[in-house]
């Protein structure tokens, strides 16, 4: 995802930018070939160091010229780990310090460890929780009862019990109970005595949220293997969600991840309450839902490989090379996979919302759509190629994306545009009826559509000649996302989309700049807000928008982006544009006031405060108009469902904690001093809460989880090791003759004095994080 810098390759090649990330080595003329048993050694300067492994080029094979159809993959290259002080650097101004044994072990420092029996063992964070001294022994032989209205969630009861109790001879006369009573919908109250569980809900959504806080409430070790009986401590509790909103974000577009991960997916968030599955289906690099009535956007869109040009299949990315038989950049949800996905995620009352990225980042469906038009005018038949086309075939405006597309914009001025987008709808609203799943809102993005674009195209000049309030590009901004909400309203929909679609360009100093579009506000349009990069400008972006009635929901990158890097390392994978985000950083997003607690730029450097005065605030409007936050997980990186864990655990935790529990005392109290101890005391009874009950869950829970597991932190002190680890609960193991450290490895539990070391943290499970080495 970077372009080469012209002229800066050596040894007789070239590089071409074909389109997006793709790009080609090729001999320049005079080329004399590489001899038999030689090599060739070739450099090329791209326009920012490789700060991680995640920035390597990938994806390499090789192409003869006169046999362009035929392709030849070649290994992945072998990656040398940055070492010099500048390689480490993005720019100049990049002052994040890389992550080291000694930062990690100074990070670690303030958590301290607090006996399992003092953690609370409902997660998230109920309202109220009260031990009451009674011990309930679940058994095979529990009776589960439920008023009426709740058998569908007493049914899902059973089924998730019996995975974790085996059949035993003697008898229960305890109970389960789910009774129906008057509280707000999404509330619960949970209560456990010697001989009953009661669950009490006014609604199927409120029971369901009590059954996770008693399934959270079990211990870990029993989901590892069928227990005969399970101890379940007594509590009250009475609990509801602050949010009404809590989201996670899946982007299958950029890599594909399979149904059964998708369901997975759902598991893990109906876990942790969390009820929004905001499931991005398109992009530039994948059209990934079947929509029948459109074939093509599944037959072309849905594969990538080696192309010639883009009618069979669309180009590699992300390093998925050639073949269009690879899992990563090929596949797509026929419509009875997406049908069991709604049919799954209602069950578990989550709520589906599809995005269909437009008008930007739709490369996939633009390319799509031009092999229908070639098939149909090879039949004779331009009607038909005409009807669904996305762009104007005369159109010679220049433009580049972000991820350096030129062609990846659909044609807003179209006519064919909204007849696809008919189609689209009527298909998504089919597949929904069918499953019997909610259909609320479909997202229709609006993100990164570049400079440039339209501005040479016959359709909008056609337009802006006809209709008055066209008078420049600027302004198809307004008139396309008025057309799609009123379609989807005519639907009983409402619209969702990027927080571009709420502004405008207008001229300020003889500049462009984006404002807050007055137009389309209290119009219950729901945006996404991710751009709060500090250093930007629109760093209060969500609270004008929110202030200024549109409905909000909180993704900001600096927090809330799972893709983001853990840390600074060359071994840590991951982006970092907006920020490194580790396990912290969603559960210190402060949603009312995300300003507070920030310390440090996107650079790693200390912020000026002042930066914030000039901020807007949220009023109490704009309070009322944040409905949710939500953690996005893009797919750029993410070429295995292994890889996907790993960027999504343990950072799915903080969200869910934020998204349910009312704000802490650390993020509400305004004496500084007070605040930084009170969340240093609430980050490590999280850690602890992580590293003793959940995590240890998630090593089993659905099949289990490869989360990321944190590298060991150490310092020398008195010519000795002291090492320490971020989550309570994990064992460090080492050893001392340069071998990897395993199981059967001794236990750190003293500094240690040996001349070479070798330390690894081990979660209860028996799987290890990265290994570091240390020379004393």
């Keep these: 995802m970077r372009p080469v810098i012209a002229g800066s390759v050596s040894s007789g090649l070239e590089v071409t930018h074909v389109n997006g990330d793709f790009h080609y080595l090729a001999p320049k003329a005079g080329f004399k070939g590489i001899a038999k048993n030689k090599s060739l050694k070739a450099q090329l300067a791209v326009l920012y160091w490789l700060i991680n492994k995640t920035d390597s080029p990938k994806g390499f094979y090789l192409v003869w010229d006169d046999a362009p159809a035929k392709y030849y993959p070649l290994n992945e290259p072998t990656l040398i780990p940055s070492t010099q002080a500048k390689q480490l650097a993005r720019a100049p101004n990049d002052n994040w310090a890389p992550s080291t044994p000694q930062s990690v072990y100074e990070q670690n420092r303030t958590i301290r460890d607090i006996p399992a029996d003092s953690l609370t063992k409902i997660f998230p964070t109920p309202q109220s929780y009260k031990t009451n001294g009674s011990a309930f022994n679940l058994t095979i032989g529990t009776q589960i ?34 009774i129906k009573k008057d509280l707000p919908a999404d509330a619960y109250e949970l209560n456990i005595t010697n001989q009953a569980i009661t669950i009490s809900a006014s609604s199927g959504e409120g029971a369901f949220y009590g059954i996770q806080s008693l399934k959270t409430l079990i211990p870990p070790a029993a989901y590892r293997a069928a227990q005969q009986s399970i101890i379940l401590p007594g509590v009250d509790v009475s609990d509801k969600p602050r949010f009404g909103y809590r989201a996670v974000l899946l982007d299958v577009a950029r890599n594909f991840h399979s149904k059964q991960e998708v369901l997975k997916l759902l598991d893990l968030m109906s876990l942790y309450k969390l009820n929004v ?121 220049k433009y580049l994306s972000v991820q350096y597309f030129d062609d990846n914009v659909i044609d807003v001025s179209l006519p064919s545009t909204y007849s696809f987008i008919e189609t689209v709808v009527a298909g998504i609203k089919q597949m929904y009826n069918e499953a019997g799943a909610p259909l609320k809102t479909i997202h229709f993005g609006g993100d990164e559509v570049p400079a440039g674009v339209w501005e040479k195209s016959p359709a909008y000049l056609k337009l802006s000649k006809t209709d008055p309030t066209v008078k420049s590009t600027d302004d198809m901004w307004e008139y396309y996302y008025s057309r799609i909400n009123k379609m989807l309203k005519a639907n009983n929909l409402y619209l969702t989309a990027w927080e571009e679609a709420g502004t405008h360009k ?106 914030f005065l000039s901020k807007e605030k949220l009023t109490l409007e704009g309070k009322n108009n944040i409905v949710g936050i939500q953690g996005a997980l893009w797919s750029e990186t993410l070429q295995t469902s292994d890889k996907m864990e790993y960027m999504l655990l343990p950072k799915l935790l903080g969200l869910a904690e934020r998204a349910w529990a009312a704000d802490p005392e650390w993020a509400t109290t305004t004496d500084t001093i007070k605040s930084q101890g009170l969340y240093r005391e609430a980050w490590s009874n999280f850690a602890n809460l992580m590293g003793k009950r959940e995590l240890s869950r998630l090593s089993y829970y659905a099949g289990g989880f490869k989360y990321r597991i944190p590298e060991v932190g150490a310092i020398k002190l008195n010519k000795q090791v002291v090492a320490n ?44 994080g990265r290994i570091i080495t240390l020379n004393n």
Excluded: C
């Design 725 to 768: 680890s971020g989550l309570p609960g994990f064992t460090i193991r080492y050893t001392t003759d340069g071998t990897t450290p395993t199981l059967s490895s001794p236990v750190y539990t003293n500094p240690l004095s040996a001349s070479k070391l070798k330390l690894g943290l081990f979660n209860p499970a028996g799987r290890a």
């Design 145 to 178: 009862t439920a008023d009426l209205v709740f058998n569908k969630e007493a049914a899902y009861l059973k089924q998730e019990l019996s995975k974790l109790i085996s059949a035993a001879t003697t008898s229960s006369t305890n109970t389960i109970r789910l």
């Design 506 to 611: 207008v001229m300020q100093d003889g500049k462009k700049a984006s404002v807050i579009n007055p137009a389309l506000a209290n119009e219950n349009i729901h945006l996404e807000v991710w751009n709060n990069v500090l250093g930007w400008g629109a760093e209060d972006l969500a609270y004008k928008l929110a202030n200024s009635g549109y409905k909000v929901i909180l993704t900001n990158v600096t927090n809330l982006y799972f893709d983001m890097a853990y840390n600074k390392s060359f071994d840590e994978p991951g982006y970092y544009w907006g920020s490194y985000a580790d396990e912290a950083a969603a559960f210190k997003f402060i949603p009312f006031d995300y300003f507070k607690n920030v310390t440090i730029d996107k650079s790693g450097n200390p912020l000026n405060r002042a930066l």
């Design 277 to 397: 599955f905001h499931f991005h289906l398109t992009d530039d690099e994948g059209w990934r839902l079947e929509i029948p009535a459109l074939p093509e956007l599944t037959a072309v869109g849905a594969k990538r490989g080696h192309v010639i040009d883009d009618s069979q299949n669309i180009q590699p990315s992300y390093g998925s090379g050639p073949s269009v038989n690879n899992t990563s950049g090929t596949g797509f949800y026929t419509k009875a996979d997406f049908v069991e996905i709604l049919k799954y995620a209602a069950d578990r009352h989550i709520l589906v919302i599809p995005e269909i990225e437009t008008p930007g980042h739709a490369r996939a469906a633009v390319k799509a759509m031009d092999a229908r038009y070639k098939n149909y005018m090879a039949q004779n038949k331009p009607q038909e190629a005409n009807q669904y086309l996305l762009r104007d075939l005369a159109d010679n405006s």
